[in-house]
């Protein structure tokens, strides 16, 4: 009991203070850079160093000078990838990556998606998050290397307001919403919209589809009409 009610109290304010006056001066030796635009690599390497800091701080078992060793040689150990990659693209794709489109001239590109295993449901949340509720409406869709979401809207999806063309403002029926994800129908979201699974495979056979299960990604859209995104060769 009485060795853990013991308190090295002096040590520990050194301790805190040298590894926190030590980490201020190596976060500005690594320069700028905000919280949006860290690529996985950076935000790791942050969190590590931050670790070792904190490792330093509250334990009085580590030896203080191994501990600042450890923490300004990954510190330089990190500037010095840093200054790799920007003088080598290859190295620079080691370390970040490389931006990867998602969405090509309209259609989902599930490659990527299973590569990035990005599950459309993350997909839709990225896209609505940039005010865009509907598939349909994205040309280009990029996850760039900070996992933020570049999106090239389709001619005519641009910012511009129904008042600013005099154009009517209907009111839409519903939000755009997931009615088929990777050939199985969300019965959920069909139940929440009022519609059966008989409309839906009549839309369907409208547009010449018989087997919901070629379909990879469908959607209900602001007019009541269906979009579909069909599978690609390899995915049927």
Partial sequence: MEEFLKVDFWEMIMRTTFAFLVLLILARFMGKKQISQLTFFHYVTGITIGSIAA?????????????IIAMIWWAVLTVLMSYIAFKSKKARIILDDQPTIVVFEGKIVEASLKKLRLHLNDLSMMLR???????????????????QLSVLKKAGQEAATKKD??????????IPTEVIAEGKITVRNLTELNLTEEWLY??????GIGNAEHIFYAEVQTDGSLHVDMKSEGGK
């Fill in 55 to 67: 490792d330093i701080a509250g334990e009085s078992r580590t030896p203080f000078l191994n501990g």
């Fill in 165 to 174: 063309v005099n154009a009517p403002a209907p009111v839409p029926k519903c």
């Fill in 202 to 207: 009549e839309q369907l056979k409208k547009q």
């Fill in 129 to 147: 998050e940039q005010s865009i509720f509907s598939i349909k409406d994205v040309h280009y869709a990029i996850l760039e290397t900070n996992g």
